[in-house]
């Protein structure tokens, strides 16, 4: 607090006080202030792409797919609450955010690394078939298991087809291989 002149004027004492608790909070006040001061502009929609795109390469999927996906799960909207409770960018249900280590669905990047593992999962579980995996991620893979491919849920067949109607390729939309070793 070696900025603030002394003694502190009348009315700003507080101001101070709240200055130096809000150091404390950071273990390097610089970068900390800066990520104080990022959150209260979020990213917008050019952003949030880059942010999938990297979460997509992280995982080996294709970026375009993750992008698509999380276009049509959320509009590519940050604070995206479903009527059934899916939450963020990747509109992950809260048992999945909790399975995949996820604490703050409304961190983009945490939200889009967590959405990307789940696709991941679900490609390697269904031998990198693309839409038996944007099913799975949208009905669940019990669903997709039970019925032998994509479930014949109205929801789950607009989601599959929206998303891939979005690729510039849908046969080149994500890796078929096994997860990439990092």
């Given at each position: ?26 273990r ?84 889009a ?56 390729n ?13």
């Open positions: 607090m070696n900025n603030i002149p002394h003694p502190i004027p009348p009315g700003l004492g507080r101001i101070a006080a709240r200055i130096a608790h809000i150091r404390a909070r950071f390097h006040p610089r970068s900390g202030f800066r990520t104080l001061l990022a959150s209260t502009h979020p990213p917008g929609p050019a952003d949030l792409r880059k942010i999938v795109a990297a979460a997509a390469a992280r995982h080996g999927i294709a970026p375009d797919l993750l992008v698509a996906l999380a276009e049509v799960e959320s509009n590519l909207t940050l604070d995206a609450v479903s009527p059934k409770g899916a939450l963020g960018i990747m509109q992950l249900m809260p048992d999945t955010a909790r399975r995949l280590g996820l604490t703050n669905p409304f961190d983009p990047h945490a939200n690394d967590a959405g990307a593992r789940c696709l991941r999962e679900h490609l390697d579980r269904f031998g990198g078939d693309i839409a038996l995996a944007l099913a799975a991620y949208n009905a669940g893979p019990a669903a997709v298991a039970r019925f032998h491919g994509i479930p014949p849920y109205r929801e789950t067949q607009s989601f599959v087809s929206r998303v891939l109607s979005r690729l510039p849908p046969l080149s939309g994500a890796s078929t291989g096994p997860t990439p070793t990092r």
